[in-house]
């Protein structure tokens, strides 16, 4: 079926240290990949997002790599802060783009 | 603020009863997509709208039904409430398909008593 695996749930990091976030899709005609930044009670925002005919992207600390091939896509964040703690989703488009599907979610804690 | 609104933003009511959330998607928006988030679980996709018609659907309940009007606010009714129907119901929008970035409303924050 049509679905976006993410690993790992929790993740914590001590503060200054790198994140790796992981996700997995299904679909091979998924052209669009969002991660989205939830914090506690509010709505999920957009952080990031790559297209197919892109293998990268970085916006400061945070960047997005893709493997096509794998079927499977990271966030990576550099240098936490205290501030990047949050539940954070991958989603990949589906049934050429009419649908977005997302992970379970990650939950990250950086300690500081 | 991402221009989505949703109302209301809480709602308790009991079990056997219907409730109707509504969603205003940003302006120029055509696609509204609806998401249910239980505690501690991820979003789980329910059903798109664009422009009007039914474009999409994940694994949304037969108890639940929704619709995007020729104003292009939409609608989620649920009905037959069961407890482990509470969650936080978010709205989300965008110009067109699932293939740019959906900007999400506060959601509603529905509890069955």
């Known amino acids: 079926g049509e679905n976006v695996e993410q690993h790992p749930s929790t993740l914590s990091v001590q503060e200054g240290d790198s994140a790796v976030i992981k996700c997995t899709y299904s679909?091979?005609?998924?052209?669009?990949f969002p991660w989205y930044k939830q914090e506690l009670g509010k709505r999920p925002q957009l952080i990031i997002d790559?297209?197919?005919?892109?293998g990268e992207k970085k916006d400061q600390r945070i960047a997005v790599t893709l493997n096509k091939t794998a079927k499977h896509f990271s966030l990576h964040i550099t240098e936490t802060q205290p501030e990047d703690s949050a539940v954070y989703f991958c989603?990949?488009?589906?049934?050429?783009?009419?649908?977005?599907?997302f992970g379970a979610g990650t939950i990250l804690r950086v300690k500081s | 603020d991402s221009g989505v609104t949703q109302t209301p933003k809480h709602l308790i009511t009991a079990t056997g009863q219907r409730v109707t959330l509504r969603c205003s998607p940003r302006?120029?928006?055509?696609?509204v997509y609806w998401y249910q988030q239980s505690l501690d679980q991820g979003l789980q996709f329910l059903i798109q709208?664009?422009?009007?018609?039914?474009?999409a659907k994940g694994n949304i309940l037969e108890r639940f039904s929704a619709q995007q009007f020729p104003d292009l606010h939409s609608e989620l009714n649920l009905s037959s409430l069961e407890l482990g129907d509470s969650a936080l119901y978010f709205c989300?929008?965008?110009?067109?398909?699932?293939?740019?970035?959906?900007?999400f409303g506060q959601g509603t924050r529905l509890t069955v008593v």
């Open positions: 989603a990949a488009s589906m049934e050429y783009g009419n649908k977005l599907v």
């Open positions: 679909d091979s005609a998924s052209n669009y």
């Open positions: 790559i297209r197919s005919n892109v």
């Open positions: 302006s120029g928006d055509l696609s």
């Open positions: 709208y664009y422009n009007g018609e039914e474009r």
């Open positions: 989300a929008s965008n110009p067109s398909g699932a293939d740019t970035e959906a900007f």
